[in-house]
C-alpha cells in the first residue's frame, strides 16, 4: 500500500516511522510512505506557504497553490490516489471502520495543515475526503497523518506478523480488550485471576469475554449500543 504525506515537517514524518511494527511494514516494502515537502512546490523566493487571512483574524491560513503542484506531482511520480485526506477537526472521526475502509485502498494521499487553518479550496480542489482524528486541537496534521498510517498499516496483511493479533485488537470486535497479565502471578499482593493459571481454555474465553463486555459498559456505553444497533441491521438482512 502506498501514501504520500504532504507536509512541511518531512522529517516528522520519517522520525514516527522509524520504528515499531508500521516501521518494519515499510522497511519490508508492505507499505511504502513518501512525505513530501510543501515547501519544494513553492514558487518564491522565500518559500511561501502561508499568508493573511481574508476578512482578518488571528493567524496565517495556508495558500492552495502549493497543495495543488503537490498534487500534480505526486499524480505524475505515483499515479493518481483513491484517496486524498485532509487531516483536521472539522472532519468526519477516523475510527477502525475507517481505518478497515482506508487499508482496501492501493494509495492514499494524507495533506496535513499547520497555522490556522487551510485555505478552503483546498478541501474544494485537492481533497476527496476530510478525516479527525478526535475532537482536540493538536498543532498541525502530522501526528495526526502518523496515527492514520498507524491504524491503516496495522490492517495491510503482512505488517503484523499474527493475523490473529489483528483480528483479536481491541475495536476489531468494536468493543474493548478483556485484561492482560504475564508472570509473576503474584505482584504486591496483587493476584492474577486463577482462572488464567487453570489450563481451561473454555473457562479463560468466556472469562475474557465476559471481561470485555463488562469493561466496555463501564467505559464506553456508546460502543454496546453501536454494536447492539448494528447486530439488529445485520439480522434484518
Ligand atoms: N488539527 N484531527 C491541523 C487537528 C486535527 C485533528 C488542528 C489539524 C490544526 C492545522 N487534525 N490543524 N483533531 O487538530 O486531524
Do not use: N
Not at 27 to 45: P, Q, S, Y
Not at 78 to 98: I, K
Not at 103 to 120: M, N
Amino acid at each position: 500500500m502506498k501514501f504520500d504525506v504532504v507536509t512541511i515537517f518531512p522529517r516528522m514524518i520519517e522520525a514516527g516511522l522509524a520504528e515499531g511494527v508500521v516501521g518494519r511494514g515499510v522497511e519490508k516494502g508492505i507499505v511504502d510512505v513518501r512525505a513530501h515537502d510543501l515547501r519544494t512546490f513553492t514558487t518564491d523566493r522565500h518559500r511561501t506557504v502561508d499568508d493573511v487571512p481574508y476578512g482578518g483574524g488571528p493567524g496565517m491560513v495556508m495558500k492552495v497553490e502549493p497543495f495543488v503542484r503537490a498534487l500534480e506531482t505526486i499524480r505524475a511520480e505515483r499515479g493518481t490516489p483513491d484517496a486524498v485526506v485532509l487531516l483536521s477537526p472539522q472532519g468526519r472521526l477516523f475510527d477502525q471502520g475507517e481505518a478497515q475502509r482506508l487499508s482496501g485502498l492501493g494509495h492514499v494521499v494524507l495533506l496535513c495543515g499547520r497555522y490556522e487553518g487551510i485555505d478552503e479550496r483546498v478541501r474544494d480542489l485537492v481533497a476527496t475526503e476530510e478525516l479527525s482524528i478526535g475532537d482536540f486541537v493538536v498543532s498541525g496534521g502530522e501526528t495526526p497523518a502518523l496515527l492514520v498510517i498507524d491504524a491503516v498499516s496495522r490492517m495491510v496483511p503482512g505488517v503484523v506478523g499474527d493475523r490473529e493479533s489483528v483480528e483479536q485488537d481491541s475495536f476489531a470486535q468494536g468493543i474493548l480488550d478483556y485484561p492482560h497479565y504475564t508472570r509473576p502471578a503474584e505482584f504486591e499482593g496483587r493476584r492474577v485471576p486463577d482462572v488464567l493459571l487453570s489450563g481451561h481454555h473454555a473457562e479463560v474465553r468466556k472469562w475474557r469475554t465476559a471481561e470485555a463486555l463488562r469493561r466496555t459498559q463501564e467505559r464506553r456505553p456508546d460502543l454496546i449500543e453501536d454494536r447492539r444497533r448494528t447486530e439488529a441491521k445485520e439480522t434484518k438482512q
